[in-house]
């Protein structure tokens, strides 16, 4: 006989493109501001930098993903006062960006098809932290 198990929260998972206009800025001055905040909110690193190949579409010239423990948390995060404040530096050096943040409904991020494709961007060189 099987057991019941309770069903967790499932995970959130912000996928950031951005166009990178000064490096060397973008790298003293903003990532490890945004890198902190990101932490402190309580968001993972999964990946970040690293080359990015494009297949179809426009290709990003950065690339990162965060999971947070849930849509909530990851909502407040990027609303909270530290990223604001921390976007407006970034500002100075990128171009657009956009933040993708999903409750993908599964606990296990594998099993997604989106998923896979960060898997193979990984692969294909992104950072993983």
Partial sequence: MQGLHAQA??????????DVRNQEG??????PLIGKTIT????????????IVGVAGRTPKRLT????????????????????DARKIGNKYS??????VGDFGVENP???????RFCIL??????HE
Wanted: hydrophobic letters at 40%; charged letters at 30%; glycine letters at 10%.
């Fill in 9 to 18: 929260k499932p995970r959130a998972y912000a996928v950031i493109e951005i």
């Fill in 26 to 31: 973008f790298t003293k001055e903003f990532i």
């Fill in 40 to 51: 402190d909110q309580g968001g993972k690193y999964l990946a970040r930098g690293g080359k």
């Fill in 65 to 84: 993903v965060v999971e947070f423990e849930s849509l909530e948390k990851a909502q407040a995060a990027f609303a909270s006062a530290a990223y604001k």
């Fill in 95 to 100: 171009g657009s960006s956009w933040n993708r």
């Fill in 110 to 116: 594998t099993k997604l098809g989106i998923a896979r």
């Fill in 122 to 127: 990984a692969r294909a060189g992104i950072r």
